[in-house]
């Protein structure tokens, strides 16, 4: 039996342990905290919304335990504004399939228990480099998983597929309860995003905690200098609940109803701080020569406007098992080590490209996009006879026969964050983006690019004239 060493336990790590495991390995993890230090002292090292092809991968290793009580995220409700106190537009999508976001310190509490009562071996360390190498040897091969532990460093940066060099947001992630699970004017329950285009964004995603089940966890992802950029001096979550309510209240009231009454959700429920988004060489090569292969956050560190890295480490996981599988008992030497992650790459490179997509203005082709989407509601605008249900699972019940156009080019957008490979590449091209218009409305582009600028532009007049712009999915 082929013996296999993991560094660190969370999602990436923990994913690729219980694969190995089942596909017959003999499974090393190594983790700087045991399963009930993640409970009491660590903080979530991210929101971590997963999406269906992630979940249907924890699905097939039997590590899909919260289904029952978390909250089912079934869409996006999106504002978009091009400063404060304007909203051009806002999209209403529903995915496919629900997403799930688990507080991240109890899915590694449960999966490494759950990992030791299968059979594979924990050992709580903090693996130094030179510990890192003795371990190397005993095994026929080891994996880092340390997330952006400064073991991470191992593997240099990718220049040639990495696209920054500076963190490009300041974020604070704040995990709360008090709120509603519903907003007015929607029959879904969302992630609530704000795009600002000049000085970030703001987004609330329903969460479950370690202890008190379903929440929400918030995240600001603030420009420099702008009004989000808030958070530099906060000390404790807490504060950062306080100051969070403000600049909701400020530059986003129209979510302030919903949130004014929440509260921390336990005193280590928030993080704040940068970091660059970037691509590391999948391969490190330790003191004695011997190499090791990273899989996660240590090989690709994206921002989390998209809702992608954990996706991304659950993708990557997945393929390297398959690739270890496919292996056999032939070497796992370097350039076998590089093909491993070529093969995620080819596959998966549009979650980088999305996400980066997602940080930069917006492009035309992406602009057109939304316009033409403009009206979408969720369903509330779906012809007679579609079925409008508030239950869970509710998105792939909606045949597309019955969706309005605007309605399906929302729902693609939704579904692009399960797999970015959908529509990420028309935000890029003007003709693809007028092709997917055309097949989801069966009508000329510019039959949407004039429908939506009018309804759009008659938003700036109600707002103009001091009115509520009136938006599909908002009573506000
Ligand atoms: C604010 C925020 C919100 C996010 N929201 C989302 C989202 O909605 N959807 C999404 O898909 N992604 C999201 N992400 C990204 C996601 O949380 C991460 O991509 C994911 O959790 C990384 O998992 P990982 O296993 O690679 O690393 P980690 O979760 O960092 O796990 C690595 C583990 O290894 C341990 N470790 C480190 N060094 C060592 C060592 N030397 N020895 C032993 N153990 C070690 C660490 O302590 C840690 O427990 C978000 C990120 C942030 C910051």
């Known amino acids: 039996m082929r013996s296999i060493a993991i560094v660190g336990a969370g999602q990436a790590g923990l994913l690729t342990a219980h694969d190995l495991l089942r596909h017959g390995y003999d499974v090393t993890l190594y983790s700087d905290k045991s399963a009930d230090d993640f409970l009491t002292k660590a903080r979530p090292t991210g ?31 999106l ?28 899915q590694s509490h449960r999966w490494m228990n759950e990992l030791e009562a299968r059979g594979g071996r924990i050992e709580i360390e903090n693996v130094t480099v030179d510990r890192l190498d003795e371990i190397a040897g005993d095994h026929d091969l080891a994996i880092v998983a340390a997330g952006r532990g400064d073991i991470h460093r191992l593997f240099p940066r990718d220049e040639a597929r990495s696209t920054y060099s500076k963190p490009q947001r300041k974020l604070c992630m704040i ?75 400020e530059v986003m009231p129209w979510d302030y109803e919903w949130c004014r009454d929440m509260e921390l959700l336990d005193d280590n429920a928030w993080l704040k701080g940068t970091f660059v988004p970037e691509v590391r060489m999948p391969v490190g090569t330790l003191p004695s020569g011997r190499k090791v292969l990273s899989v996660g956050d240590s090989t690709m560190s994206l921002d989390p406007i998209g809702g992608q890295g954990a996706n991304n480490g659950n993708k990557m996981a997945r ?15 370097e350039p076998w080590m590089q093909s491993t992650f070529e093969s995620f790459w080819d596959r998966h490179r549009w979650i980088d490209r999305f ?30 006879g579609t079925q409008k249900t508030g239950t869970q ?54 039959h949407s690019a004039i429908r939506g600028r009018l309804a759009i532009g008659k938003g700036q007049i109600r707002q103009k004239l001091g009115m509520n712009p009136h938006h599909p999915g908002t009573v506000n």
């Not at 919304?49 to 996006?76: C, H, N, Q, T, V």
């Open 47 to 77: 929101t971590a919304a997963r999406f269906d092809m992630s979940l249907a991968y924890e699905r097939e290793l039997g590590l899909d335990f919260w289904e029952d009580g978390a909250p089912k995220g079934e869409g996006i409700h």
């Open 355 to 384: 996400n980066n997509t997602l940080l930069e203005p917006i492009t035309d082709p992406g602009k057109e996009l939304l316009i033409a989407q403009y009206g979408s509601d969720g369903g509330h605008n779906a012809s007679p």
């Open 175 to 249: 995990c709360t309860r008090g709120q509603p699970f519903a907003f007015p004017g929607i029959d879904l329950l969302p992630v609530k995003f704000n795009f600002f285009a000049t000085f970030g964004e703001a987004f609330w995603v329903p969460w479950y905690h370690k202890d008190h089940g379903p929440g929400w966890s918030m995240l600001f992802e603030a420009k420099e200098g702008g009004p989000l950029d808030r958070f530099d001096d906060v000390k404790d979550g807490h504060q950062a609940v306080d100051i969070g309510r403000e600049v909701i209240r």
């Open 319 to 333: 393929n390297l098992v398959s690739e270890i599988v496919a292996r056999a008992d032939r070497p796992y030497d």
């Open 79 to 106: 504002t978009f504004s091009p400063d404060a106190g304007n909203r051009l537009l806002t999209l209403v999508g529903r995915f496919s399939d629900y997403f799930l976001a688990i507080d991240l310190r109890l």
């Open 393 to 446: 699972k509710t998105g792939a019940q909606k045949t597309g026969a019955q969706k309005t156009g605007a309605q399906k080019i929302a729902d693609l957008f939704c579904d692009n964050f399960n797999d970015p490979a959908l529509l990420t590449g028309a935000f890029h091209d003007m003709k693809a983006a007028r092709k997917v218009i055309e097949q989801a409305t069966g009508k000329p582009w510019w």
